[in-house]
């Protein structure tokens, strides 16, 4: 295969969500890798913007992917490249908020590939969720032959959503669209907070001295992949012509319990004051997650190269770092208590 690294060079390039952890992460990398200007567009409603990356070639641009003015704006800037990862995230933030996660999700994503059709991008890459997509009835390794109809939050429903707005314009336009199904990202970037993911919250939580909340049973696995795994997945579906029109997912391609996550954080972190098991909610249906990476490994030449211990040690590292932004930005509820956390650690 071609060095996908090589293809950035150059091009404008329009990156949503582009302040999150992946985002970021995911702009610091096409940046470093020579980009002309890669523009972000993002709200901070789930995001900080002194997360963004500093790089001259990098251009922020505060607003909502619902506001047709602010995508006037950034596709005035005529990116060929679009990376769609903004989101209203994720599945008991959209239980409690259904029509924000419609709006934002699916008109959202709409409107974008609208303006991204106007503009003729040569790449189009949707952030979409296998956690989402395979529903909780398919079987191990998931595959992506396998959508389900029995989904459970919002969430779920408008990430499937925008893979099938994704197959309308790919069907009726030739939409050059990608659309990569991720899996339990963790890594530097992500702050924790009330709708946020497993790994920031139990890290947080653990440099405070507190039990680590286990929702339900220990003993549920879920597909932990890192974030710098991720990016080189977007950058390679971006890229070879062999990912367009096709799904796959991102993943690590291997299981790690929620029991074992919180004993490493635990031990990584110095806490001695354990795990606290408390009530299953009703949405997550899912005792086990693994995903194939057979096809992303065939098509683009994805392979997770990150060790889970690694990348759970980068994390923590760069909690350290930025403990005092992070304490500032964590999203809990004021004077958040052990009953608090019992309905806001997610996984």
């Known amino acids: 295969m071609s060095d996908y690294r090589e293809s950035f060079a150059g091009k404008t390039i329009l990156v949503t969500g582009g302040a999150g952890a992946i985002g970021s992460n995911l702009c610091r990398a096409l940046a470093d890798l020579g980009a002309g200007m890669v523009v972000i567009l993002d709200d901070l409603s789930a995001s900080n913007k002194w ?8 251009m922020f641009c505060e607003g909502s992917i619902v506001d047709e003015s602010t995508l006037k704006r950034v596709f005035n800037e005529r990116p060929s490249i679009v990376f769609h990862l903004a989101a209203f995230f994720a599945n008991q933030n959209s239980v ?4 924000r996660d419609l ?8 409107r974008l590939m609208q303006y991204a059709k106007m503009a003729t991008v040569d790449r189009f890459v949707y952030a979409s969720s296998g956690c989402s997509i395979y529903g909780a009835e398919a079987p191990l390794p998931l595959k992506e032959d396998f959508m389900s109809m029995n989904l459970t939050t919002p969430y779920q429903i408008t990430k499937m959503l925008g893979e099938l707005y994704g197959n309308f314009f790919l069907n009726h336009y030739d939409f050059p669209v990608v659309k990569a199904r991720f899996f339990n990202s963790f890594g530097p970037g992500e702050v924790p907070g009330q709708y946020r993911n497993v790994i920031p919250n139990f890290i947080y939580w653990a440099m405070k001295g507190h039990p680590l909340p286990i929702t339900g049973n220990p003993e549920a ?35 790690t319990t929620i029991g074992h996550l919180a004993e490493r954080v635990n031990e990584l972190t110095g806490n001695d004051a354990g795990v606290q098991i408390v009530g299953k909610r009703k949405w997550d249906t ?16 994805y392979r997770p ?3 889970f211990d690694d990348g759970l040690k980068a994390t923590i590292d760069w909690f350290r770092e930025n403990w005092k932004r992070i304490e ?17 650690t997610a996984t």
Do not use: C, W
Request: charged share 25%; aromatic share 6%; no cysteine.
């Open 103 to 110: 709006s934002v999700n699916g008109l959202g994503t709409l």
């Open 51 to 58: 997360n963004i990356p500093s790089n001259r070639n990098i």
């Open 328 to 344: 500032e930005a964590a999203d809990f509820p004021p004077g958040a208590s052990s009953a608090v956390r019992e309905q806001v």
């Open 305 to 307: 190269a990150m060790k």
């Open 286 to 301: 899912k005792s086990r997650l693994l995903a194939s990476v057979d096809k992303a490994n065939n098509l683009i030449g």
């Open 221 to 255: 696995t879920r597909d932990f992949t890192y974030v710098g795994d991720l990016v080189d997945g977007l950058l390679r579906a971006a890229h070879y012509e062999e990912a367009l029109g096709e799904e796959f997912n991102l993943a690590s391609g291997t299981e």
């Open 96 to 99: 409690d908020y259904p029509e």
